[in-house]
């Protein structure tokens, strides 16, 4: 992972090319310390990217890192859950530059940022039935507030990507951008943003926040929404699926 300053704008650059940028605690715990040093410079905006030239921007959850059986994998305290409310909490504006691909949990990743800015070689998939790994409420929501309730159902149903142009016509995402003027495009855009008052701007980003997050829910229906999370890790297929995937090969789920 790369960090680097233009004025008052930070740009965290995810550079582990051989784990195809993975969201692993330790790259995890990474993101929130440089998150938390440029919140003590009072920086105007952050800028998340992955390095030039991309194939896959992040491959999601580290699977490796998924417990085998008896817990819930993508629980309160699963490092991703960190990393999200850091970007919702932080106090400036955070925006997404994606190139490549984005599978999983850095889906939620990049659609937590207040913005983001694609290239045209970017998608993006949500992949845990692929897995059969079951989603938490919260990555759920992120969703939701990105895409509609049919969208959220095709990507979370099929696990197929979603091509940058058809998530820009969505309103998924903000702009699709030639690679080659991505990076300005996204500086330019972060610089207009730091040139207007910082306490309005960090104001209204945590009005917005409380706001997509005020949706009703009974605690019944939370329980409910829990319960149905242990069908899925407590089951067969959530076991197979952690095998195949670090086997190499296609799972075998029997619904079971």
Known sequence: MRIDRHDAVGVITLDHPQQRNALSRRLVDDLIAALADFGRQRLRVVVLRAAAGSKVWSAGHDVHELPDTGRDPLGWDDPLRYLIREIENFPAPVIAMVEGSVWGGACETVFA????????????????????VPYNVSGMLTLLNASNMRIAK???????????????????INHVVAAGELEAFCL????????????????????????????????????????????????????????????????????E
Do not use: W
């Open 188 to 255: 330019a855009l972060a610089q207009d943003i730091a040139a207007n008052a910082p306490l309005s701007i960090s104001v209204m980003k945590e009005q917005l926040r409380i706001l997509a997050g005020a949706h009703p829910m009974s605690p019944q229906g939370f329980e409910r929404i829990q319960g149905l999370r242990r069908l899925v890790y407590d089951s067969d297929d959530y076991r197979e699926g952690i095998r195949a995937f670090k086997e190499k090969r296609p799972p075998v789920f029997r619904g």
């Open 154 to 172: 095709e990507m979370a149903f099929t696990a197929k990507p979603v091509a940058a142009e058809r998530a820009e016509r969505l309103g998924m």
């Open 113 to 132: 940022c207040d913005l983001v800015v694609a290239a045209p070689n970017a998608t993006f998939a949500l992949t845990p039935a692929r897995l059969g």
